[in-house]
């Protein structure tokens, strides 16, 4: 079966830096691109940023531009969000998710909160 | 560019069928057959519901049905049931390899 299981997760003070993983298992990793969202409890889904499944290519939302860094590591089969200068706005539960060609995501991770926070 | 607009809640009654729309411009869902739905309960990850417009993945019930028109694309839930209380997303692809969401659609079974 498809898992995506996320670590990483916790409260940070503002200015802080945060690094989340997402370990896949059940698929063959490294031939799919995937993708951080981020929801506010209560709000909406918000796309975070994209990765190429060779991890040479790499796209991120204007709002996390400059301090969110998406990496993987295909030989442990790990996607990860390094997040430096955080701030209370990034408040969110943040999902790995695998996202196919035309742009869905047919398996997410269970979520992960980080709270920004004195 | 702006996320897709939902309405904040839709509601029904048992066996009814309600309807949800998702409205983008022609740069996002008007131009691409590439809108997904995702259905989310309390605590829990979005499920994906329907793809591409209106496929639905093994396993989705066929009560769940996809549609667009123009700029708005729509998901249909027929014969309502208390387990489709819930919120809903939208996404459309952008064409830039990143992805818009809608603001979420609660579903309220009455």
């Known amino acids: 079966d498809v898992q995506l299981v996320e670590s990483g997760g916790g409260l940070v003070q503002p200015g802080g830096s945060l690094r989340l993983s997402c370990a896949a298992s059940g698929f063959t990793f490294s031939t799919y691109w995937m993708h951080w969202v981020r929801q506010v409890p209560g709000k909406g889904l918000v796309w975070v940023s994209r990765?190429?499944?060779?991890?040479?290519?790499?796209m991120y939302a204007d709002s996390v531009k400059g301090r969110f860094t998406i990496s993987r590591d295909n030989a442990k089969n790990t996607l990860y969000l390094q997040m430096n200068s955080l701030r209370a706005g990034d408040t969110a539960v943040y999902y790995c998710a695998r996202v196919r060609p035309t742009g869905y995501y047919d398996y997410w991770g269970q979520g992960m909160l980080v709270t920004v926070s004195s | 560019q702006s996320a897709l607009t939902q309405p904040a809640s839709v509601s029904g009654s048992p066996g009814q069928s309600i309807t949800i729309s998702c409205t983008g411009s022609s740069s996002d869902i008007g131009y691409y057959d590439y809108v997904s739905w995702y259905q989310q309960h309390p605590g829990k990850a979005p499920k994906l519901m329907i793809y591409?417009?209106?496929n639905r993945p093994s396993g989705v019930s066929n009560r769940f049905s996809g549609s667009k028109s123009g700029n708005t694309a729509s998901l249909t839930i027929s014969g309502l049931q208390a387990e489709d209380e819930a919120d809903y997303h939208c996404?459309?692809?952008?064409?830039?390899?990143?992805?818009?969401f809608g603001g979420g659609t609660k579903v309220i079974v009455l």
């Open positions: 996404s459309a692809y952008t064409g830039s390899s990143s992805l818009l």
């Open positions: 990765i190429n499944s060779a991890g040479s290519s790499t």
């Open positions: 591409e417009v209106s």
